[in-house]
């Protein structure tokens, strides 16, 4: 018995979140970005406060890469990616943490759900 699955048509929620004026497409996040942040997460304890953030930040800015951006191909072309230092130029620290969360939702609903499942509820009798 042969068995196919394509896993090129996983169908991934569409999430996008305006910020400073742009708009980014935050449904996917790549492997590559997605082991950086575990790679942090587990340094982040080490780290001094400022050097945390900026690192969240610096993750955070690679994952949003471009904003999206409608209209001609001149915008399109030199749409450029943002940066930490552009995040924390555009943003107070509220909405700053608020975007973070927003973004790495999905990473962060994997932990939890990786938690729930080695939990063994106990059935009431």
Not at 20 to 48: E, H, P, Q, W
Not at 53 to 82: D, H, Q, S, T, Y
Request: proline share 3%; glycine share 4%.
């Amino acid at each position: 018995m042969d068995v196919f699955k394509d896993f090129d048509k996983l169908i991934v929620d569409k999430r996008t979140a305006v910020l400073g004026g742009k708009t980014f497409d935050v449904s996917l996040i790549s492997t590559r970005d997605a082991l950086k942040y575990i790679v942090f997460r587990d340094k982040v304890l080490t780290m001094r406060g400022e050097d945390a953030l900026r690192k969240m930040a610096a993750i955070v800015a690679e994952i949003c890469n471009k904003p999206v951006v409608e209209g001609n191909l001149f915008k399109r072309l030199f749409n450029k990616a943002i940066t930490e230092k552009w995040l924390f130029s555009h943003t107070n620290y509220e909405q700053l943490q608020l975007f973070i969360d927003f973004v790495l939702e999905p990473l962060l609903d994997k932990k939890d759900d990786t938690d729930k499942k080695k939990v063994n509820p106990v059935s009431p009798e």
